[in-house]
Nanobody, 121 residues
């Protein structure tokens, strides 16, 4: 089957940087867009950044100019470079991807398990 495994979360001071990674593995035929979402306590999950399989990107207004999403299609991996972190960036960050499995014919959404990012003031 297909799995998304995230890594790179942790605790950082305000103004610091972290880099998240998310690797897709398993019986994969094709990956469409790959995204990062986040969910802070008592808040809804929100889209942070997305990248198409051609490299086009979109960002939430709150992270523009500070976060950079990229992907390595050969490794089925998406990254999120987070700079100038703020306490309000504290959340669980989730990787998401729409994937066609080998032998399949339609995209299915997959989620990673989440990684905690905590920014102290």
């Amino acid at each position: 089957q297909v799995q998304l495994v995230e890594s790179g979360g942790g605790l950082v001071q305000a103004g610091g940087s972290l880099r998240l990674s998310c690797a897709a593995s398993g019986s994969i035929f094709k990956i469409n867009a790959m995204d990062w979402y986040r969910q802070a306590p008592r808040k809804q999950r929100e889209l942070v950044a997305s990248i198409g399989n051609g490299g086009s990107t979109n960002y939430a207004d709150s992270v523009k100019g500070r976060f950079t999403i990229s992907r390595d299609n050969a490794k089925n991996t998406v990254y999120l470079q987070m700079d100038s972190l703020k306490p309000e960036d504290t959340a669980v960050y989730y990787c998401h991807a729409d994937i066609i499995q080998r032998g399949g014919w339609s995209f299915t959404p997959y989620w990673g398990q989440g990684t905690q990012v905590t920014v102290s003031s």
